[in-house]
């Protein structure tokens, strides 16, 4: 019997697969992308257990056990640096988050179309910006004679340099990113708010119902979905802040609410190329990204109809 | 495979057909430079013992012979290494092709450890800090061990370092393996940064150069409710050559640096001194006299605020910095004159050589090694490349170019402000009568640059080769700089000290922490976030963490050092 259904199987595979070659073509190249540059040099995380010295290749260096992470947990900067990566996606998420869908909604909601598509192009552009170049207008806006404190002085404000104060580095730093991306980030929900039909609009208006009713009732439960998959997929980021932008923005005054995880890992890590150190923590803070992303998807399903798998 | 071999033949008989014309080219340019070579000859009539060995006749088996190069690079002025001269003259000179290997700027030190990683190495490899130092890459069988090569395939190098017994102590580890080409200068190179300020500033209140920190107070104050000057002084902490070492230096301590105190190792940013420096610059702060902004100011708004004459002095200055500022300084205020100045003092009628501490010695060697790959084909190929650096022509060609292009011997001795002490034995009579003198290619660029972009071009890059720090045009107050800055004798630096494996591991468990925590600090304690009277226990705080283990291993090294 088991033999039986197995041929069958092996029979509709073969069926599907003649049927749909050019797809189990295409597909073929994506996976092969995945095995090749994901998933076999994954191996490569053995050297969070080893103490990898480049010159003597993956296999050959010594192995430490968990030396890494304890040498980790036991840094005076641990607690630090773990509050700090949390608070700044807390913080991302609370405000950066929402940011594109307004932007998003809003757009929807412009019957203008040149000035739409104005603002649309004014807000993406911010996304090509290098980072550095980014940074160095946040550094040249933040100064003590800088724009901000130029405009603030106006109202009765002591200019002082904003980035050398710790309790505003979080603001300018979730602030200035959605800056940056909160017009790449409509991109998604405008194509989404396309696929709502047009008709519901129409019946809602007959029934009565004004712009701000039809958009509690249709516009917002229309991107619902891809709002929750985007959010859950957010979620599987929360321990992860890129390097780059904080060591531009951060100083000595504000490493008690700029100094994250990674920041640190680079002082400690890839300038004194301790790879396995870096390595180390990388796998630790995927390990806790990977438990939030199952969490995030784990509560939505429960409570909406809306999960990745 | 049909096909395969079809396309093989013309791709092999294509390299062929290149390769033969390569060595043709080479033998043909080859000739030409013997000529050259004969020409100077009897210019040099001493200069035939050390030259002689590991002269250009050792090349004649090499013709055609490549070797790869990795080589960081960046300039603004040539699109890559191969067009600069001193390159393009070293393939005619030698007949050797070399390949260069160029990491994206910026990324080099990422890029070279990728390099190691992969296995893949070239013959030349310029260290970027191997982790765990160069004794441990020739352990680990990545660069080749040279104590033995060198005698045999390296005279030059090994005549220089013969030199001097210092010479030989700083190029080598502290167990007497020699694993790279170093860059040596054989003479004491000038100091090269220190404090500056605005004359014409100080000339228009009625003020003389500060000396003592008494004097600069007031200098500062007067720039600030006189001058109106936003920023007074600039005080680059984060600046890479320690902005705040010469006013931390006035008082026996370092911003971050141990210090060799008569044979004992201490750390700067923990003596008794450095409490007073930071209440100085804690005082300083407060009543507006250094830079608000320097906790985020980064070079080059830094290098606009001393240009737009928002700046009144400079803590501590480069001097290759003078000119450029000059330059765009004049273009908007014709007075603008940025005068160096002395390390400050104490107390008035101090000498600056007796109080200050942490000068900018230089050693003989510069570091920058060139190691070359224990996996190379071609050891003595690449030996006797690199040593030709370290010869009276290649003295020559590295720092001055090609002659008749770059440079031209023209009458009259070399002066101790150009580096006589540098030039090799082999060039000692004729400095005597005669000095190599820049062409208007580097002062007076067809292509409009200055001469510190020209050298991009004309001289050797910034790597190892014997190398005189005075080849270069330089602006006056960069002489004054020098002399100036140079006043500082007894010297708390640290000889080049290296370190054993397990001492890296310990350096980075423990100084980042240390680092992390004792700039948090410095910064608060200047703003004033934190009460100068926590000086203490920030002390404590730092032994915590493990500086007095650091301060053995630095101990220890500086002895191992002194043993060699």
């Known amino acids: 019997m088991i033999v039986k259904t197995h041929n069958r199987k092996m029979n509709i595979l073969k069926t599907d697969f003649k049927k749909n070659k050019y797809i189990y073509l295409m597909v073929s190249i994506v996976v092969a992308w995945y095995i090749i540059f994901a998933y076999i040099p994954m191996y490569g995380v053995i050297i969070a257990f080893k103490d990898f010295n480049p010159g003597r290749g993956i296999l050959n260096s010594p192995w430490v056990g968990l030396d890494h992470f304890k040498s980790f947990f036991i840094d005076p900067n641990f607690r630090r640096v773990i509050t700090n990566t949390f608070l700044i996606n807390i913080y991302d998420i609370l405000w950066g988050f929402p940011a594109p869908i307004i932007l998003a909604l809003l757009m929807n909601e412009v019957r203008s179309k040149i000035f739409k598509k104005t603002v649309q192009n004014l807000t993406y552009l911010p996304f090509f910006i290098s980072i550095v170049v980014v940074c160095g207008i946040i550094i040249d806006f933040t100064s003590t004679n800088g724009l901000i404190n130029q405009l603030l002085s106006h109202f009765g404000v002591e200019k002082t340099n904003l980035l050398a104060n710790k309790d505003l580095f979080r603001t300018i730093f979730v602030g200035s990113g959605i800056w940056q991306g909160i017009g790449w980030g409509s991109i998604i929900y405008l194509a989404a708010l396309t696929n709502i039909d047009q008709q519901q609009y129409e019946a809602a208006t007959i029934d009565g119902a004004g712009r701000w009713k039809q958009l509690l009732h249709i516009t917002l439960p229309g991107i619902s979905s891809t709002i929750m998959i985007l959010l859950i997929l957010r979620m599987g980021s929360i321990m992860s802040v890129g390097f780059e932008k904080i060591i531009l923005l951060y100083n000595p005054l504000t490493y008690d609410t700029a100094d994250v995880i990674s920041s640190y890992v680079y002082r400690r890590g890839l300038l004194n190329a301790d790879y396995s150190y870096s390595t180390a923590i990388g796998l630790l803070n995927s390990l806790i990204n990977f438990f939030f992303l199952i969490g995030a998807n784990w509560l939505s399903k429960k409570y909406s109809e809306n999960s990745l798998w | 495979m049909k096909k395969m071999k079809k396309l093989g033949l013309p791709l092999s008989s294509g390299i062929l057909v290149a390769s033969m014309v390569l060595s043709l080219a080479a033998c043909g340019s080859n000739t030409n430079n013997s000529e050259n070579t004969s020409d100077n000859a009897p210019n040099t009539p001493d200069g035939t013992a050390t030259t002689g060995a590991g002269s250009l006749a050792d090349f004649a088996k090499f013709q055609g012979t490549k070797l790869t190069y990795w080589h960081p690079f960046s300039s603004t002025y040539i699109k890559s290494i191969n067009d600069n001269m001193v390159v393009q003259e070293m393939e005619k000179r030698t007949g050797i092709k070399v390949d260069y290997i160029t990491p994206p700027s910026g990324q080099e030190s990422d890029a070279f450890n990728l390099m190691i990683a992969s296995g893949e190495l070239p013959d030349i490899i310029p260290d970027q800090g191997y982790k765990g130092g160069g004794l441990k890459a020739v352990q680990d069988g990545v660069y080749l061990k040279l104590n ?194 002395t390390y400050p003092v104490l107390k008035e009628g101090d000498d600056p050589a007796k109080t200050i501490h942490v000068g900018n010695k230089n050693w003989y060697s510069k570091g920058s090694d060139i190691a070359i790959s224990a996996k190379s084909k071609n050891v003595e190929a690449a030996l006797r490349w690199l040593d030709y650096r370290y010869s009276a022509e290649g003295f020559m060609l590295f720092n001055y170019g090609v002659e008749g292009v770059s440079y031209n011997w023209v009458d009259g001795p070399v002066e101790q402000k150009d580096g006589s002490g ?28 200055d001469f510190w972009t020209a050298i991009d071009k004309y001289k050797s890059l910034y790597e190892a080769y014997l190398r005189n720090p005075l080849s270069y045009v330089m602006a006056p107050e960069v002489y004054d700089a020098m002399d100036k800055w140079s006043t500082p004798e007894k010297d708390y630096n640290m000889p080049p000290l290296s370190s054993t494996d397990e001492e890296v591991k310990v350096n980075a468990e423990v100084m980042t922490q240390i680092n992390t925590y004792r700039e948090e600090m410095v910064y608060k304690f200047i703003m004033g976030e934190e009460p100068i009277d926590d000086f203490d226990q920030y002390v404590a705080q730092i032994k915590k963490m493990g500086i007095d283990k650091m301060i053995k291993i630095t101990q220890d090294q500086l002895e191992r050092y002194n043993n060699r």
Request: aromatic share 12%; charged share 25%.
């Open chain 2, 148 to 341: 033995d090569l060198i005698p045999k395939y390296a005279p030059n190098y090994a005549a220089v370092l013969a030199q001097n017994p210092d010479f030989a102590k700083q190029a080598k580890e502290d167990d007497g393996t020699i694993w790279s080409f170093k860059m040596l200068q054989t003479d004491e190179e000038p100091s090269w940064a220190g404090p500056a300020i605005r004359k014409d500033y100080l000339d228009e209140l009625g003020l003389q150069v500060p000396k003592t920190i008494d004097d600069w107070t007031n200098v500062l104050k007067a720039l600030k409710d006189k001058k109106k000057l936003e920023t007074p002084m600039l005080l680059q902490l984060k600046s890479k050559f320690g902005a705040a070492e010469a006013f931390a230096g006035t008082f026996g301590s370092s911003y971050s640096q141990f210090l060799n105190k008569n044979g004992t190792v201490v750390y700067g940013p923990i003596e008794p001194g450095f409490k007073d420096f930071l209440t100085l610059m804690n005082q300083w702060y407060k009543e507006g006299l250094i830079d608000k902004d320097f906790a985020t100011r980064d070079d080059t708004s830094a290098d606009a605020q001393v240009t737009s004459g928002k700046a009144g002095a400079v803590a501590v200055a480069f001097y290759g910095s003078f000119g450029p500022w000059a330059t765009s300084g004049k273009a908007t205020n014709p007075d603008y004159n940025l005068v160096p100045t």
């Open chain 2, 422 to 449: 540098f030039f090799p034995p082999a060039l000692s009579e004729r400095i005597k009568t005669q000095h190599p003198e820049f062409t208007d290619l580097l002062t007076k660029n067809p292509d409009g640059v």
